[in-house]
Nanobody
């Protein structure tokens, strides 16, 4: 079955950087959009960034100018480069992929289990 596995989270000081990765595996025929969401304690899950199969990107307002989403289609992997991190960026970051799997052959949305990012001195 399809799995999304995130990595790269951890503790970083304000102003620092982290690079998150999310690799999709399983019987995947194709992947369309890939995205990063985040959820802080007591807050709703929010969109961080999304990237299409063609490389078009969109970002949530709080991270514009600081985060960059990218993907490696050969590896079915999406990345999130996070720079100039703020304490407000502290959250669990979730990977999401819109994909077609085998043998379903239908377009579905999958989530990773999340990776924790803590921005603190």
């Amino acid at each position: 079955q399809v799995q999304l596995v995130e990595s790269g989270g951890g503790l970083v000081q304000p102003g620092g950087s982290l690079r998150l990765s999310c690799a999709a595996s399983g019987r995947i025929f194709s992947i369309n959009d890939m995205a990063w969401y985040r959820q802080a304690p007591g807050k709703q899950r929010e969109l961080v960034a999304v990237i299409t199969s063609g490389g078009n990107t969109n970002y949530g307002e709080p991270v514009k100018g600081r985060f960059t989403i990218s993907r490696d289609n050969a590896k079915n992997t999406v990345y999130l480069q996070m720079n100039s991190l703020k304490p407000e960026d502290t959250a669990v970051y979730y990977c999401n992929a819109d994909l077609v799997r085998v043998p379903s052959w239908g377009r579905e949305s999958y989530w990773g289990q999340g990776t924790r990012v803590t921005v603190s001195s």
